[in-house]
């Protein structure tokens, strides 16, 4: 085999200065060599979740912390940050909704996909509790997890998340041989089946998607995107170390560092607003739709640049940097693009209609309207 040529040194992304006698709640070098060995092993990431348990909660004061500790694990490697994001999500719904389960030791993910041909339905069993029947699809990890936050139909019009056990004998999953993604290749996403499974609510009818965390857990996911961006530009930049970069690599090195610079300040002033409550309802969900769509094209814009300054070489030889390539691809499509921006548009669109004093669009939230972000 090739030897690999040598990468960029482990370092933390930061989103911007903490302030003075701030504790960061991790050991931010040893974290980041564990999620260097846990490279492409589910296990292994898995494993690392405990060392992640003094990670803030968002809207606590320290959203941007979260979001530093999910970007810094996917500039390292993108399965560790798939395996952390929903595990920390679900610890934050769970928050949110004030509901007490012992996370000690214990995996979790959210799968709240719909998808025609599938439905979960949820019911009353008759003794206060609830059970589920039926078909969830797109459920990450499915074969890995020992708990999830999942959302079921409770009516024809109304949806409610449960917590589940998954070792329950009426959970069951389909066939992972199915999943042939050349990206997060071990990230395995499949259709879970469920015959009268216990579940407890979480938070009451529609309460997911309306609750401000929703739009604060999509923001977070674009912090991993982000991430793994900066791990990217990071190979670009070594590369001009080891031989003297030309114009033309200096072009790319400079679009590549403004377009992360405007990704970092909306994600840093995003953070902000979450933890000054002012990123909820309507106000929040437009604020993901623009984070998410700023950080997206970003980061698409950094695959396209990287790969012309550096070629193919780096994508057949350097095993982190195709992997890292082909994960983020794959991840960057839970952006849905032309419609997501299209989504933006229509709630953007009453913002623009009357300015400020400033002649700056109206930001003044907009409470009549609703979005979704993730």
């Known amino acids: 085999m090739a030897p690999q040529p040598p990468g960029p040194a482990l370092r933390w992304v930061p989103l911007g200065p903490r302030p003075a006698g701030t504790p960061s709640g991790h050991d931010e070098t040893s974290l980041l060599d564990r999620a260097r060995r846990a490279a492409g092993d589910v296990p292994a990431a898995l494993a690392l979740l405990p060392d992640l348990a ?14 530093e500790v ?26 949110q909704a004030a509901v007490v389960v012992s996370a000690a030791a214990t995996t979790w993910g959210v799968w709240a996909a719909h998808a025609p041909g599938a439905r979960l339905e949820a019911t009353p069993n008759g003794d206060g509790g609830w059970r589920l029947d039926g078909t969830k699809p797109w459920c990450s ?5 020992d708990h999830a936050v999942v959302t079921a139909h409770t009516s024809e019009t109304t949806r409610r998340a449960f917590v589940v056990d998954l070792h329950h004998p009426g959970a069951t999953h389909d066939d992972p041989r ?30 997911y998607l309306t609750r401000p965390g929703f739009a604060w857990g999509g923001m977070g996911v674009a912090a991993c995107w982000y991430g793994a961006a900066v791990g990217l530009a990071r190979t670009l930049a070594a590369a001009g170390a080891r031989r003297e970069p030309d114009q033309v690599a200096h072009m790319h090195l400079g679009a590549v560092d403004a377009r992360l610079h405007a990704a970092r300040a909306v994600l840093a002033e995003a953070a902000a607003a979450v933890d000054a409550g002012q990123a909820d309802g309507a106000a929040g969900a437009l604020l993901a739709s623009r984070v998410r769509a700023v950080v997206a094209s970003a980061a698409e814009d950094v695959m396209v640049r990287v790969g012309h300054a550096l070629g193919p070489g780096p994508l057949t030889s350097d095993e982190a ?3 890292r390539v082909a994960d983020l691809t794959v991840y960057l499509r839970q952006h849905h693009a032309e419609r997501d921006d299209a989504a933006l548009g229509r709630q953007a669109s009453p913002h623009w209609v009357g300015t400020d004093p400033d002649g700056a669009p109206d930001r003044t939230p907009d409470r009549a309207q609703s979005g979704g972000s993730a």
């Open 141 to 145: 990890l499915a074969q890995h997890l």
């Open 54 to 67: 003094d990670t803030p909660l968002p809207g606590h004061g320290d959203t941007a912390r979260l979001w």
């Open 321 to 323: 940097h195709a992997a």
């Open 70 to 95: 999910l970007a810094s694990l996917a500039c390292v490697d993108l399965t560790v940050a798939r395996v952390a994001e929903p595990h920390l999500d679900a610890l934050a719904i769970l928050d």
């Open 178 to 207: 199915g999943w042939v993604s050349r990206g997060l290749v071990d990230l395995v996403s499949v259709a879970t089946h469920y015959d009268g499974v216990p579940a407890t609510p979480v938070g009451e009818d529609d309460w």
